[in-house]
């Protein structure tokens, strides 16, 4: 079992952070600081995977906190606990903590640890594509044809749309390999079929989120957007000539054996 990943609680209130244990201790070893300042200290001395910090705290604000923690720990995951209620002064506020995703006070116990999974989710997947691209890059030194800086923003791209969308595509990855594994695939056949993973859902960048997290069915208009994210997917890698088995199963992973499913 791999080591747990820990979490950092901010909170100048004792009562709120002894929830917050309760509800993630469990899952995750957490840290807890009750000032802005504790909490830096702490980032400054831990491997840190993620951190939850109040917003409303006397010294130092949350958002503040998280802006000053980009330079002690840039991989860390952010999440931020509020009771805003002016929606473009919040918007601001995440953009300049580079704020993974904000929670609205009250918050639901299940909800949050649904949100600090895929929060992990995002921050694994960031140090896998982190480490498939070091991997990349000396698999691929003597290659001219290949571009490097496109295999990092693809990467960059797809951790940065949404949590649904990264842990998605861990997941998928993780899966396929698993299966290749087991039906015998050659070593080359599962390094694509990682990639294949991680990149299938790269297009989705290209649809509106209404659509990615509409809760109903899709209206035959969105359907047709939809179906075209695994065309985009595989127009992105398409200038990367050693991916054209990997483009051909991006372009093709919602099509079905009988002929059905899209694009083609």
Request: glycine fraction near 8%; charged fraction near 25%; proline fraction near 3%.
């Amino acid at each position: 079992m791999g080591e747990r990943h820990k979490v950092l609680l901010i909170d100048d209130e004792p009562a709120n952070l002894r929830l917050l244990r309760r509800v993630l201790g469990a899952d995750y070893d957490t840290l807890l600081a009750e000032s802005g300042a504790e909490g830096l200290q702490i980032l400054a001395n831990e491997k840190i995977s993620l951190v939850i910090t109040d917003q409303r705290m006397p010294g130092m604000t949350g958002v503040q906190v998280l802006q000053e923690s980009l330079a002690l720990q840039p991989d860390a995951i952010r999440i931020l606990l509020t009771g805003y209620t002016d929606i473009q002064a919040l918007i601001d506020a995440i953009n300049a903590g580079h704020i993974y995703k904000y929670v609205q006070k009250p918050w639901d116990a299940e909800d949050l640890r649904l949100t600090v999974r895929r929060a992990i989710e995002a921050y694994e997947l960031k140090n896998h594509n982190d480490r498939l691209i070091v991997e990349l890059k000396g698999a691929l030194s003597q290659l001219e044809n290949i571009s490097i800086g496109t295999i990092v923003a693809l990467a960059n791209a797809l951790d940065a749309k949404c949590d649904y969308t990264s842990g998605h595509s861990l997941r998928v990855s993780r899966y396929a390999v698993a299966i290749g594994r087991n039906i015998g695939l050659s070593n080359d056949e599962m390094k694509d079929l990682e990639l294949t993973g991680i990149l299938h859902d790269i297009g989705k960048i290209g649809v509106p989120e209404s659509i990615l997290w509409k809760p109903g069915r899709l209206d035959p208009d969105e359907q047709k957007i939809m179906a075209q994210h695994p065309v985009r997917s595989a127009l992105m890698i398409e200038e990367i000539e050693q991916f054209e088995r990997v483009r051909s199963w991006v372009r093709h992973h919602h099509e079905h054996l009988d002929g059905s499913g899209y694009p083609d």
